[in-house]
């Protein structure tokens, strides 16, 4: 089983529609959580962090359900600019070590 | 405030050649990475540093090496080049106290 797992899509939603992505992740101890976004044939960037208690950063909501290891991103009113390839990332420090796993990423497209 | 560079942007290697990709960032952070991308696999860990004079191996790290002689600087070393490091590499840095990674934008390596 890959340490990150992610649907890799595409998902193709008209604007303003609403999206889900999950991913889920198998080392239950994993304790520090992400969503990054790459636009084609570019670098990662953070889009946001997510929290035990979950966390909302305009149209965009996280979520992290510890019991089933999963973490999700909600994405409300999809804009065009919203295409992407999404990429979940878990850090395990447990061990002391600094790494961060990447899932594969899901591809969304906005459809006009 | 140039971020995080990397030198070269694109390089045709024949195999066995040796060649130095270089990462430069200029945020004071004090821990960098570098990653490969290939379709299908995601971004995995080749190397990392968590200061200067120290590194660590990754996920991946037969036929690189590395180095961090001054802060600011990360260097990823192919000896031998093989087909097999046909990849899209990109570099990144950090701040200890901050889990956010930043992203330069990426190198692409084409082993003949």
């Known amino acids: 089983r890959k340490e990150v797992e992610q649907d890799p899509g595409p998902f193709n939603v008209p604007e303003g529609a609403t999206v889900a992505f999950n991913c889920t992740y198998s080392n239950s101890a994993s304790q520090s959580f992400f969503w990054y976004r790459q636009d084609c044939r570019k670098e990662p960037k953070l889009l946001m962090s997510v929290y035990s208690s979950g966390n909302e950063d305009g149209r965009f909501t996280a979520q992290l359900n510890r019991a089933s290891q999963y973490i999700s991103l909600l994405i409300r009113d999809s804009k065009l600019s919203d295409s992407a390839t999404y990429l979940c990332v878990v850090n395990d420090r447990t061990s002391g070590t600094y790494k961060y796993i990447f899932g594969t990423g899901t591809r969304l497209k906005v459809l006009a | 405030n140039a971020g995080v560079t990397q030198t070269p942007k694109f390089r045709v290697l024949k195999t066995g050649q040796s060649m130095t990709l270089l990462c430069a960032q200029d945020m004071n952070h004090e821990y960098m990475y570098w990653y490969r991308q290939d379709p299908g696999m995601g971004l995995r860990l080749i190397h990392y540093s968590v200061g200067e004079g120290t590194t660590a191996k990754g996920e991946v790290p037969d036929g690189y090496n590395v180095s961090r002689l001054k802060k600011q600087n990360f260097l990823l070393g192919l000896e031998s080049a093989a087909p097999s490091q046909t990849s899209v590499y990109f570099c990144?840095?950090?701040?200890?106290?901050?889990?956010?990674?930043?992203f330069g934008p990426g190198t692409r390596l084409l082993v003949l």
């Open positions: 990144a840095s950090r701040r200890r106290e901050q889990e956010t990674q930043y």
